[in-house]
């Protein structure tokens, strides 16, 4: 059959979540429905309470299903992992201090990221959720703070770069967050909407540095924040807003890559989510990738979603060919993206892991924060 002729593969724009440590039938037939992108990993899809051995063969086999329920060839297995409270894996897995506690040296960076590059490898794991590109230039900052690598654009960037080629060393693709800047907010945006008053040039100077450097370095996909800036746009949120996603990112930095909305269930963005035109407006305004995840969603989230865009192209309010677009964009990401296969690291990989955390483990160059662990990142 003509390709032309044949329905979009509205599945492919999104990534769910399993709800546990084993994939329960209910879920199997949802992930058969929708035939996301891929998974994302949290806390609970681990035993925590076992052995590496065991945890990580219920683990394998959660993942198996996960792919058998998908039917793809090619799946994204994602997780946020950047060290300190953001963490989702049991022992022996390496918690590597935050961000800040060694921004400053981009060697370290480096060790530490291709340090987390290998154990997510041997984890199945071939997307990771960082590096933060945000700028710690708010003390007040709930939510990022000491997972940012440092409160100065340049030493930022470095690091951040650092950050991704670490990741890439063991083939884990990585993604800069939280675009335009997530830094200099007083709200966490997974429990309100925060504002970044920055005029335009103070965000070229300052928030928009990491994310450029990232870009010109070639990374493939960024995350979308869920705040509004309203120098950019003032009536819409940056994961809507098309003045943002697409006329900044795409067009003025170039960004050639996959663009991917934070957790949909935070409460920043959980209201449009459940509009009934979220998936209408978010494609318009340059949105690749759903990230269906968060306590308050599910994946049959995701099938809304998905019959939101069948009943917008039904009716014409967005185009066929902007869908199909999108679709060939995730889709050439998948099928290079490697297809990792789970496996017991030695304890001598480890314990060097566990020896550098020690190392560079201490105080960050500002006040420690609290934030959720079973949280979304």
């Not at 998905?306 to 995730?330: H, M, N, P, Q, W």
């Amino acid at each position: 059959m003509n390709r032309t002729l044949q329905a979009p593969d509205l599945g492919i724009r999104f990534i769910v979540e399993p709800s546990g440590a084993e994939l329960g039938e209910d879920e199997k037939a949802a992930l058969r429905e929708l035939r996301p992108a891929g998974i994302m990993l949290r806390k609970r899809n681990f035993r925590h309470d076992l052995p590496y051995e065991q945890w990580l063969e219920l683990y394998a086999r959660l993942l198996s299903d996960c792919r058998n329920a998908i039917g793809r060839q090619s799946i994204i297995v994602s997780v946020d992992h950047e060290g300190g409270a953001v963490h989702r894996f049991p022992s022996p897995v390496t918690r590597f201090p935050y961000a800040a506690t060694y921004g400053a040296e981009p060697d370290a960076v480096r060790q530490v990221a291709s340090a987390m590059g290998e154990e997510l490898a041997a984890l199945g794991v071939n997307l990771s959720f960082a590096p933060v590109a945000d700028i710690h230039s708010n003390p007040r900052n709930p939510v990022i703070n000491e997972r940012a690598f440092g409160i100065e654009p340049q030493q930022v960037s470095k690091a951040a770069v650092a950050c991704m080629q670490g990741l890439q060393q063991h083939g884990v693709v990585a993604c800069a967050k939280h675009f335009p800047g997530h830094g200099d907010t007083a709200d966490d945006s997974h429990y309100a909407l925060p504002v970044v008053a920055h005029s335009i040039e103070q965000l070229e100077q300052r928030e928009l540095v990491p994310f450029k450097a990232l870009i010109d370095q070639g990374i493939e996909m960024v995350m979308s924040a869920h705040i509004m800036v309203p120098a950019l746009d003032p009536l819409n949120q940056a994961t809507i807003s098309w003045t943002i996603l697409t006329q900044l990112l795409r067009e003025k930095l170039g960004f050639k890559g996959l663009v991917i909305a934070d957790a949909l269930g935070m409460q920043g963005i959980h209201g449009t989510v459940t509009s009934g035109t979220f998936s209408v407006q978010a494609h318009r305004a340059g949105l690749d990738l759903f990230l269906v995840v968060g306590d308050t969603v599910s994946i049959g989230d995701g099938i809304s979603l998905r019959d939101e865009f069948v009943k917008a192209l039904k009716s014409g309010e967005i185009e066929l060919a902007s869908v199909r677009a999108t679709e060939r964009r995730i889709s050439r990401f998948l099928e290079s993206l490697p297809q990792q296969v789970v496996r017991q690291l030695p304890a001598e990989t480890l314990l060097q892991h566990a020896n550098l955390a020690q190392k560079l483990s201490g105080n960050a160059p500002w006040s420690r924060f609290v934030f959720d662990p079973v949280g979304f990142g």
